[in-house]
């Protein structure tokens, strides 16, 4: 059995990464979703809650798995037994980061791949990071989320009032 390890924060899932994680289960016997707790940049929902988001998009998928962790990915992929670690990339500043990480990994755990999976075309533009901004300044999400993160985003800049910042990036 080969199992895959897909490693991110999912602040939120979106999908680029539901594409990313449905292509790799056709390739791996399982695929484990990690859910990064502690990144160094800041999130908009709680690790509980974007282990839920990311559970709530594969619950239909029984070769796929979602659990939270935390430490160096490669030492939780031993953990789990992983042989592989999936990557997604969107675009050409995505392979420099993923490479540079593949080669650490690489010389930290030598006997475990890396599988970088290029995203679908309708995908390209996505990042987290976009869906965060547009959320946040009530713009439409539709098109980039399920309905049910596009909910939480909603009840999360409710419950956050005023005391929320914009980046400046969409917004000006």
């Known amino acids: 059995m080969v199992r895959a390890l897909f490693p991110g924060t999912f602040d939120p899932i979106h999908f680029g990464h ?7 289960s056709r390739l791996f016997d ?3 979703m990690a859910v990064y707790d502690k990144p160094l940049k800041s999130l908009m929902f709680t690790p509980e809650e974007r282990i839920g988001l990311v559970k709530e998009a594969f ?13 160096l990915t490669v030492e939780f992929a031993r953990k789990i037994e992983a042989q592989v670690i999936v990557r997604g990339l969107r675009v050409f500043s995505d392979f420099e980061f993923e490479f ?4 650490a990994n690489h010389r930290l755990a030598p006997d475990i791949e890396v599988a970088a999976l290029i995203t679908a075309e309708e995908h390209t533009f996505l990042s987290s990071t976009t869906v965060r901004e547009i959320a946040m300044l009530n713009g439409d999400i539709s098109s980039m989320v399920p309905p049910y ?17 914009v980046p400046n990036s969409l917004r000006d």
């Open 149 to 165: 993160v596009e909910q939480a985003f909603k009840k999360k800049v409710a419950e956050m009032g005023d005391q929320h910042t």
């Open 30 to 32: 399982e695929v484990v």
């Open 59 to 71: 619950k239909d998928n029984p070769k796929i798995k979602v659990t939270g962790y935390s430490g």
């Open 100 to 103: 540079r990480m593949a080669l």
């Open 18 to 24: 539901i594409d990313i994680a449905e292509r790799a």
